[in-house]
């Protein structure tokens, strides 16, 4: 097997590898933010600071 | 001559020696990536 590096420039090989796999990365995670289901900015988790501390009151029995 | 010519003009022990580096190297990558996947579905399941 090592002999691929006798076929393959590993110095273009390796900056090859880099530029797709960070590529494949931006375009994977810009795919999934577009969508509605697997976006994580947008999908109100973990909930607002006043929505949580409201809940938490309540909880606890508070009237306010 | 000590190295018949080929294409990249590594040597065959500069060959092994990168391909020592290289294969480990991959497989770590993929152990990440697919640990990054098992966590990221436990999370989130996508299926």
Known sequence: MYKLWLILDPRRTLAAITAFLILLGLLIHLLLLATVDLNWHEDGRPIPLKAAAAYERSQAGLPY | ?47
């Open chain 2, 1 to 47: 001559m000590a190295d018949r010519y080929n294409l990249t003009g590594l040597s065959d022990e500069e060959a092994k020696e990168f391909h020592s580096i290289f294969m480990p190297s991959m497989y770590g990558w993929f152990t990440l990536v697919v640990m990054a996947h098992v966590l990221t579905h436990l999370r989130f399941p996508w299926i």
